[in-house]
């Protein structure tokens, strides 16, 4: 005789395209939503569901789910609440019990014993960390914009799924083009991923949040009211409401340091050769550190400016041929490096040891020129490289820069002065260092004035720059001239 289905009311009836995203539901998940479409109530059904039924197989190994958010506060004072509520009918039955210090719940087996397990963390300081090394059989991702995903998902949790099969799930409100996008634009034509995108203006009418119960009807319908108040309180606000609302991946963040509109038109911008080639030469480039990032060279011209170009899986060395060729090709004016931290260092002592004289470290953390408005010398750089964005500077058509650029914010500090965005927090945003970007910024670590045409006179480039920069202020000493 079969045994019958015990059939569990957790009182909740998703609307129309919390519906329709879960029919589509895959190993790997993105839901990019508007304010208010109930990404946590769908984050705690799929894992309630999940759980019940993997405790309901019998399974030997225990049934663990993850719910990650980016901050402790979040996950206590918004995500736990929620989920107490969801499962209140559970709770009070006996078939749940939870732990509010821990923020675990515990969903009961045959035998009455706490069995299948959803845990919420914080990704914050490294409060994901216990996950490492340990399985899990699905995870949710909520806010994942604001999350380091080179580390919370490639590094802990994609491992920890691999032994189960287990789902993902990735949503949030967009920040920008950070974590959201990168996954959106690298797997929206895989077959593999669910990707559901759900902007204000295609689904107020069926978000419960913007529709009011009719008595009459026992229906919930659309409040034009709730709408307009929307669109009211959002009026002296758009981009915020472009973000938050419609899903807008190339909306201006907070506080950016360059709007979108001048960073769109600069990218692939066509000028004359006449309105740069009387310009300096400079060179800036970016040395890779420990770990993933690369060696990466930019050539900037006036406004024009190269392709920029990654190096990976090569030392300084090979790096140093690489320079090399490119200064006795080009013949640049100026070559700043970054050595914020020792990078660089060894470069820097290879091309001098080849008699290039017109290399200068740049530390990234120095004391800015105009130490009135900039908190450090990268935070006055990357306003340089807004200046010239908007004063019509041409960037390549590179996607790299162009999310590099995009997700700058400089607000001002509590002393008054400028301060960009922090590189760690960069990382985050867009799971990669902004190597491209800051091998641009180097290009206006200093003026550069052009004193003589560079000249090729047996085979040795001639070059007297001036940097606008006092050398015997300099406690390296650096020095200028021809090599």
């Not at 509010?100 to 914080?122: H, R, T």
């Not at 004359?272 to 970016?286: C, L, P, R, T």
């Not at 392709?307 to 013949?331: F, H, N, Q």
Request: aromatic share 10%; hydrophobic share 35%.
């Amino acid at each position: 005789m079969a045994k019958k289905n015990t059939v569990i009311d957790l009182g909740f009836v998703p609307h129309k395209y919390q519906t329709e995203f879960f029919k589509r539901w895959k190993t790997y998940n993105e839901l990019i939503c508007t304010r208010r479409f109930g990404k946590s109530v769908i984050a705690a059904l799929k894992l309630t569901d999940s759980c019940l039924r993997l405790v309901a197989s019998k399974r030997k190994k225990q049934p663990k789910f993850a719910y990650i958010a980016p901050q402790k506060d979040q996950a206590k004072q918004i995500t736990w609440p929620i989920f107490k509520e969801f499962l209140s009918n559970l709770i009070d039955s006996g078939q749940v019990t939870i732990s509010d210090q821990s923020m675990e719940v515990y969903f009961k087996n045959d035998k009455g014993k706490p069995w299948g397990q959803i845990k919420l963390y914080a990704e914050e300081k490294g409060g994901a960390e216990s996950i490492r090394g340990n399985y899990l059989d699905g995870v949710v991702f909520d806010e994942y914009d604001s999350m380091d995903a080179s580390v919370v998902w490639r590094q802990i949790v994609r491992p920890a799924l691999g032994d189960t099969s287990g789902w993902a799930l990735f949503a949030g409100t967009i920040a920008g083009k950070g974590n959201l996008y990168n996954l959106h634009k690298e797997r929206k034509d895989d077959p593999r991923w669910n990707i559901g995108i759900y902007r204000f203006e295609d689904t107020w009418k069926h978000l419960p949040a913007y529709c009011e119960w009719d008595e009459s009807s026992k229906l919930w319908v659309p409040s034009q009211e709730k709408y307009d108040d929307v669109i009211e309180e959002y009026r002296y606000a758009p981009s915020e409401y472009a973000r938050e609302f419609q899903c807008d991946w190339d909306a201006d963040g907070v506080d950016p340091l360059i709007p979108n509109k001048f960073l769109r038109e600069s990218l692939g911008r066509h000028i004359k050769e006449d309105a740069y080639s009387h310009d300096v030469k400079i060179m800036g480039i970016d040395v890779a550190g420990d770990g993933p990032d690369s060696h990466t060279i930019c050539m900037r011209q006036g406004l024009g400016c190269s392709p920029i170009e990654k190096y990976r899986d090569i030392d300084e060395r090979a790096l140093t041929g690489v320079v090399m060729g490119k200064i006795s090709s080009w013949k640049p004016d100026m070559v700043f490096i970054d050595h914020t931290g020792g990078y660089g260092t060894e470069l820097i002592s290879r091309l001098r040891q080849q008699g290039c004289r017109i290399v200068r470290g740049i530390n990234f953390g120095s004391r800015a020129n105009d130490a009135e408005h900039y908190s450090n010398k990268r935070t006055e750089m990357y306003h340089n490289v807004r200046d010239w964005i908007v004063d019509g500077g041409s960037l390549p058509d590179d996607e790299d820069i162009e999310q590099e650029l995009s997700v700058l914010s400089a607000p001002e500090g509590v002393n008054g002065k400028a301060m960009l965005i922090k590189k760690d927090d960069i990382r985050e945003l867009i799971g990669r260092s902004p190597d491209k970007a800051d091998a641009l910024a180097l290009t206006f670590a200093e003026t550069v004035i052009k004193t003589s045409n560079n000249l090729n006179n047996n085979n040795r480039i001639q070059t007297v720059a001036s940097t606008g920069y006092d050398p015997f202020n300099d406690d390296r000493n650096d020095s200028y001239g021809v090599f």
